[in-house]
C-alpha cells in the first residue's frame, strides 16, 4: 500500500516562501507520477505542478509557473514544491498525488488528470497572510 505525506505547510507572509515536501513508502512502481494539488475553502481542487521520474518532465499551471518548482529525490523517495514570492491566493490546503506511469496526456504534454491519481496524502496547509 502506498502511502504519501506531507508536510512544510504553514503560515507566511506575501512574498515570502516555503518547501513541501511528500514523502512516499510502499511504492511498487518503478516508474511514476507525482502532482501537488492545492484547494481553497469554496473552490474547485487545482493541480499546481507534476514530475515524473522516468525522465525529466515536470508541469506547472500558469498561476504558480515561475513561483513554484518541483523537484524530487529518488534515493528518499520524496518529491518536494519549493514555493517562492507567494500571494495571498496561493492560501490552501496542499495535497500530494502519486500513480503510476508518465505525467503527460496522450500527446505528450500536460499533465494528467487528478482522477487519474490513485494514491493521495492527507495534505498540508498554507497561510499567505499579511
Known amino acids: 500500500q502506498v502511502q504519501l505525506v506531507e508536510s512544510g505547510g504553514g503560515s507566511v507572509q506575501p512574498g515570502g516562501s516555503l518547501r513541501l515536501s511528500c514523502a512516499a513508502s510502499?511504492?511498487?512502481?518503478?516508474?511514476?507520477?507525482v502532482g501537488w494539488f492545492r484547494q481553497a475553502p469554496g473552490k474547485e481542487r487545482e493541480e499546481v505542478a507534476s514530475i515524473y521520474n522516468g525522465y525529466d518532465y515536470t508541469w506547472y499551471a500558469d498561476s504558480v509557473k515561475g513561483r513554484f518548482t518541483i523537484s524530487q529525490d529518488n534515493a528518499k523517495n520524496t518529491v518536494y514544491l519549493q514555493m517562492d514570492n507567494l500571494k495571498s491566493e496561493d492560501t490552501a490546503m496542499y495535497y500530494c498525488?502519486?500513480?503510476?506511469?508518465?505525467?503527460?496526456?496522450?500527446?505528450?504534454?500536460?499533465?494528467?488528470?487528478?482522477?487519474?491519481?490513485?494514491?493521495w496524502g492527507q495534505g498540508t496547509q498554507v497561510t499567505v497572510s499579511s
Open positions: 498525488a502519486a500513480v503510476g506511469g508518465v505525467c503527460s496526456g496522450p500527446d505528450g504534454t500536460g499533465t494528467l488528470p487528478d482522477s487519474d491519481y490513485a494514491y
Open positions: 510502499g511504492n511498487p512502481y518503478a516508474y511514476y507520477c
